[in-house]
């Protein structure tokens, strides 16, 4: 009886062995080092600059390089969190977020964390309460290092995304006094801040394009209506017309007809485009093939022949339209044939716009206008037009 237990405990044994093996064969391999620079640190530093030129492919190559040479290397993990946030990928964002906090031993780990948290509920806003969230994860790090620079940095592009943007300026403030990482960063937001306050949007709307980089016609409509208040300058400022002569019924658009655009429905902002095409204002109306383009950029360009035909119906002064024909440019990149030379001589000469360089003296015309510069510049038109 003895030998037989023995027997069985020996073939159980042996039984085991194989599944052992077959067990640690299927986890995770690392990968043996190539060279000497093939480390999870000069890895996780690669795909950092990857990932601050938002070439989030190389990235994400980078930081499995790193997991696959360390797997429990925390600043990898984090790192592929920041990429599937920028990328849109939140839940995968989240996981591995997760993942470097679980391998984070450090102080120098755990702050990236904590950033790296700003920067995803700045990015994603899953949460309705996303800014507390994103200023709980500020606060742990600035109770592990008072003057951890990248957490006032990030915090800062929070509060702005928030349009808190006096908050927003306080951060910012306080990099470029510990005058340590994302100084240059900073000193741009800062300056961008600063803009901002003296434009003064006096709406959501405006609040929200003002830290855009690039209006829209969508934008451009928005801010006509809202910030400018184009419908009542209208109202005071131009004269009332009758057109009494016969119009055969038949053959008559209605008004409405004439300014639907049939690519607005669902637009957020279809009730300021509608205005706008409402008022005609040149530049801004429907293409020919009944479509408003809303999410068409718009250039330096286009917005000076905007705000010159708003000058002209405001003032009554037809004679702008023509008033800098066969002058010449002032501008080294802008021939005095260009169908919009008038526009931007008319807005130019005013103070309303301004070259874009002023070392070489280049108005950029076919530069996009960031909603920071459109604000601030129909503000100087309500100067000049003394309509507040």
């Not at 997760?98 to 950033?115: C, I, N, Q, S």
């Not at 592990?144 to 940095?153: F, G, M, Q, R």
């Not at 209506?225 to 002569?245: A, Q």
Request: proline share 4%; aromatic share 10%; with cysteine.
């Amino acid at each position: 009886m003895l030998c037989q237990i023995r027997r069985r405990n020996l073939v159980a044994l042996l039984m085991l062995f194989p599944m052992i093996f077959l067990l640690a064969s299927c986890g995770t391999k690392v990968r043996v080092p190539s060279s000497q620079l093939d480390t999870p640190e000069h890895h996780t530093y690669t795909g950092l600059r990857f990932l601050s030129l938002e070439k989030y492919a190389e990235a994400q190559r980078e930081f499995e390089l790193a997991v696959q040479l360390e797997p429990k290397y925390s600043k990898a993990y984090t790192g592929i969190g920041l990429v599937k946030t920028y990328t849109g990928d939140f839940n995968a964002a989240w996981d591995n977020l997760k993942m470097g906090w679980k391998y984070a031993k450090t102080d120098e780990e755990k702050l990236f964390v904590y950033v790296s948290r700003i920067r995803y509920y700045s990015s994603s806003k899953k949460e309705k309460k996303w800014l507390e969230l994103a200023k709980d994860e500020f606060d742990n790090a600035v109770l592990t290092d008072s003057k951890h620079a990248p957490a006032y940095y990030f915090m800062g592009l929070a509060y702005k995304e928030a349009l808190e943007f006096n908050l927003a300026g306080q951060m910012f403030t306080k990099v470029l006094e510990l005058k340590a990482d994302y100084i240059s960063e900073a000193d741009s937001q800062w300056n961008l801040i600063q803009k901002i306050q003296r434009a003064m949007p006096g709406t959501i709307t405006g609040k929200k394009i003002a830290i855009v980089e690039r209006i829209t016609r969508a934008d451009a409509a928005a801010l006509f209506m809202e910030e400018m208040k184009i419908d009542i300058l209208y109202k005071k400022r131009t004269p009332k017309t009758y057109d009494t002569s016969f119009k055969d019924p038949k053959k008559v658009q209605t008004k409405s007809d004439q300014i639907k655009a049939k690519d607005i429905t669902d637009h957020p902002l279809k009730a300021d485009i509608e205005g706008i095409l409402e008022l005609g204002v040149r530049g801004l109306e429907n293409y020919p093939d009944g479509n408003f383009h809303p999410q068409e950029i718009v250039t330096r360009a286009a917005y000076a022949m905007m705000l010159e035909d708003i000058l002209i119906k405001v003032t009554g002064d037809n004679a702008l339209a023509t008033k800098f024909i066969g002058t010449t440019s002032p501008f080294p990149d802008l021939r005095a044939d260009l169908p919009y030379f008038n526009a931007v001589m008319v807005v130019t000469s005013r103070g309303i716009m301004e070259a874009k360089d002023m070392t070489s003296g280049e108005f950029a015309p076919l530069n996009p206008v960031p909603g920071v510069d459109a604000l601030l510049i129909i503000r100087k038109i309500r100067q000049e037009l003394k309509f507040n």
